[in-house]
Nanobody, 125 residues
Framework: QLQASGGGLVQAGGSLTISCASSGITFSRYTIGWFRQAPGKEREFVAGITYSSANTHYADSANGRFRVSRDNARNTAFLQMNSLKPEDTADYYC????????????????????WGQGTQVTVSS
């Protein structure tokens, strides 16, 4: 029901936008979260956006460099990543929930009901 795509290899300092396409759900009713997992590390929150785009939330590591957005007409969410660093290398996942999210509540992976397969982002130094 969720599919992340658009990952790839990018040089440090570069930009990349990844997408999360949905099917089988009423996308406009869902809060979307982006998470990532690097090899040997736990999954961590990156960014989130409410169903209406009224509220967004970012991890400290993403704040100021990444931008989360969505197009409900296209049933798709986006994560624009700028000024990429080698430490941003990870598999990136999108997740969805109808539960309302405010602030730190975005960060809990257990608070999402649907998960997509990841897309790999590799940042070379």
């Amino acid at each position: 029901q969720l599919q992340a795509s658009g990952g790839g290899l990018v040089q440090a300092g570069g930009s990349l936008t990844i997408s999360c396409a949905s099917s089988g759900i009423t996308f406009s009713r869902y809060t979307i979260g982006w998470f990532r997992q690097a090899p040997g590390k736990e999954r961590e929150f990156v960014a989130g956006i409410t169903y209406s785009s009224a509220n967004t939330h970012y991890a400290d590591s993403a704040n100021g460099r990444f931008r989360v957005s969505r197009d409900n007409a296209r049933n798709t969410a986006f994560l624009q990543m700028n000024s990429l660093k080698p430490e941003d290398t990870a598999d990136y996942y999108c997740a969805a929930t109808t539960r309302r999210k405010v602030g730190a509540a975005f960060r809990l992976a257990s608070g999402y009901d649907y998960w997509g397969q990841g897309t790999q982002v590799t940042v070379s130094s």
